[in-house]
T-cell receptor
Framework: GENVEQHPSTLSVQEGDSAVIKCTYS??????FPWYKQELGKRPQLIID?????GEKKDQRIAVTLNKTAKHFSLHITETQPEDSAVYFC???????????FGTGTRLTIIP | EAQVTQNPRYLITVTGKKLTVTCSQN?????MSWYRQDPGLGLRQIYY???????DKGDVPEGYKVSRKEKRNFPLILESPSPNQTSLYFC???????????????FGSGTQLSVL
């Protein structure tokens, strides 16, 4: 089955700097890659997603890039703010299989 | 308000005592799923359902049962809970299968289960 690895497990950045979280997936057939944000004590919420026919997608301060050849995708957050502090999960879907496999999460801390 | 409702939020039980965690969505979603969240392991899928009476195993189904008799409800059943099932559980739903335009997952608020 699909295996998703996520790095780093923890990340601290100064407010205003950029943060990058990387994920790799094992199955080249995967075609959908969402990112979820989970604030402390809250439920995960979708923040951005990308499909395999697109190399990059942006939404204000967040962007996701996908390298199908290398089988990795990354979340980029620019001009970080305190409210960006949370756990971020990447995920991948296997074509023809409705299972969504998550990475192990990255705890992002924004230092004021 | 569109939402996924899980109950209870917190549950403490003892080994072997059957329990059910309920999940209900009011968005007419076809897809529903259960995940458990453990430190360092992320979110792992337990079971999922594509529609009424259609369920399938996720990555960690052992020790769990589910049923989908109605579209809106997807209860998680632990017939004989054990301490290794102590975890934070999330139910989630989406309008249709992933890979379409409706693949966004809506999560419930979570159930923290402790099995003593």
């Amino acid at each position: 089955g699909e295996n998703v690895e996520q790095h780093p497990s923890t990340l601290s950045v100064q407010e205003g700097d950029s943060a990058v979280i990387k994920c790799t997936y094992s199955d080249s057939a995967s075609n959908y890659f969402p990112w979820y944000k989970q604030e402390l004590g809250k439920r995960p919420q979708l923040i951005i997603d990308i499909r395999s026919n697109v190399g990059e997608k942006k939404d204000q301060r967040i962007a996701v890039t996908l390298n199908k050849t290398a089988k990795h995708f990354s979340l980029h957050i620019t001009e970080t703010q305190p409210e960006d502090s949370a756990v971020y999960f990447c995920a991948a879907k296997l074509v023809g299989n409705e299972k969504l496999t998550f990475g192990t999460g990255t705890r992002l801390t924004i230092i004021p | 308000e569109a939402q996924v409702t899980q109950n209870p939020r917190y549950l403490i039980t003892v080994t072997g005592k059957k329990l059910t965690v309920t999940c209900s969505q009011n968005m007419n979603h076809e897809y529903m799923s259960w995940y458990r969240q453990d430190p360092g392991l992320g979110l792992r899928q337990i079971y999922y359902s594509m529609n009424v009476e259609v369920t399938d195993k996720g990555d960690v189904p052992e020790g769990y049962k589910v049923s989908r008799k109605e579209k809106r409800n997807f209860p998680l059943i632990l017939e004989s809970p054990s301490p290794n099932q102590t975890s934070l559980y999330f139910c989630a739903s989406s309008l249709f299968s992933f890979g379409t335009d409706n693949e966004k997952l809506f999560f419930g608020s979570g159930t923290q289960l402790s099995v003593l």
